[in-house]
């Protein structure tokens, strides 16, 4: 029978559904004979049903008949990967996993669970990112059954429980970031995949746990700007990626600057002053952060 939990359900802090305690319902096994000795069994009384029939027991046979019939129904086989969950007049009595066949109280109402591994494809949803952007995003959910008595009794639906929760999850996540790294050491639904994909998980075992279902793996499928903004977006992208290539061009040639002034100082080369060393600095920056290739002019007459 299962353990009813009186106290209401609450929202959780990710804005999933939680309990009080623990569970409202919880798996075990149920009493579940070896199948094939009954059967071989019941094979026996069948032929000896037959023979009361020929004998003209009539009425002993007819008794038999219903005992026959009555133990036939306690039959039952569980295939690999899937579960037996056993109710009894309304009360729960057990769930049988071990494979192979079965027999149980014939009075009992015997219902089918997978226990496959399945996989959930979201829709692309229409959402804010953090930054109020709608953008589209989808995801793909892999999920098996790990507790029947959960997911038969505590939701209505647990296969319809898992696709509305997975949404929710991933609107809910959508909102938490940015979908670009706009500022250094952000995290954003772009640039840091495996991180989101691992809060969308945990998120997911949270709300999915009161179905008795278990997360294996949930990452993001589609992810992308909306439609209506995508043009201005894409500029902005192709701006911030100009600006940081710009920022390590420059880096790059007053290293390369400082380094030249060094060596020509160390090896004493050539003395130059002040208002040489600015030209010198300034002709070289000009050469190494041009986006073309520029034409030197050789002075062949003095340095000065």
Known sequence: MSELDKTPPTVGPQGGISTRSDVASRERAAFGLPGLPLFLGWLALAALNVWLFVAGQLALGGV?????????MGFFIVQPNQAILITL???????????????????????RVSLRIRNFNS???KVNDQMGNPIEIAAVIVWRVVDTARA???VEDYTQFVAIQSETALRHLASQYPYDDYTEGTM???GNADEVSETLGRELAVRLQHAGVEVLEA???????????????????????IIAA?????QGAVGMVEMALRELEGQQIVQLDEERKAQMVSNLLVVLTSERGTQPIVNAGSLY
Do not use: C
Not at 64 to 71: E, K, P, S, T
């Open 188 to 190: 954003s639904l772009r």
């Open 123 to 125: 829709e692309r949803l």
């Open 152 to 154: 038969i009794f505590d």
């Open 89 to 111: 007049f309304g009360r729960y009595v057990g769930t049988e996993r071990r494979n192979g066949l079965y027999w149980t109280n014939p009075l009992t109402i015997r219902k």
């Open 219 to 241: 990452r993001l499928s589609h992810l992308a700007y909306a439609p209506e903004i995508a043009g201005a977006m894409l500029q902005r992208q192709q701006a911030s990626a």
């Open 64 to 72: 038999l008949l219903i005992v026959n019939l009555l133990l036939s």
């Open 246 to 250: 710009r920022q390590q061009i420059v």
